[in-house]
């Protein structure tokens, strides 16, 4: 299971990153394209956003790696599962129940690493 925990985080922390590099450095103009919801919260907000997703990235993957600080891991797990609850609360508000897919799936692989590695298979 630690080794299904690894390739979870890894998973979870590159399609976070990608997602937080993208509202640090495009324009909100921009990410309307893609990204609808963005147009209800202010520019610093989408780049806030996107900072805590590079942040939870870095806290999923650096302390395992490291055995520095390793109780960050879960912690950056269970705050992305806060940040996809949000996600999903504003799509629900916005009435884009087809947009709440990926926030979902995204939740519930961050739950299970914070599950496994708060746990019974905490590093």
């Keep these: 299971m630690n080794a299904v925990l ?3 985080q890894i998973v ?3 399609a ?3 997602a937080g590099v993208g509202k640090v450095t495009q324009p909100k103009e921009k990410l309307r394209q893609r990204m609808a919801y963005v147009e209800d919260f202010s520019e610093p907000a989408v780049k806030a956003i996107g900072t805590a997703e590079i ?4 806290g999923l993957v650096l302390p395992a790696a490291t055995g520095i600080a390793t109780w960050l891991t879960p912690v950056a797990a269970a705050a ?3 940040l996809m609850i949000g996600a999903v609360a504003t ?7 087809n947009q709440i897919v990926f ?3 995204l939740g519930i692989v961050a739950l299970i690493i914070a599950w496994g590695r708060f746990g019974p298979y905490s590093l």
């Design 6 to 8: 690894w390739v979870l």
């Design 12 to 14: 979870l922390a590159l």
């Design 16 to 18: 976070f990153l990608l």
């Design 55 to 58: 942040l939870g990235t870095l």
């Design 80 to 82: 992305l599962v806060v």
């Design 91 to 97: 799509h629900l508000r916005r009435n884009e129940a």
């Design 103 to 105: 926030p979902v799936v």
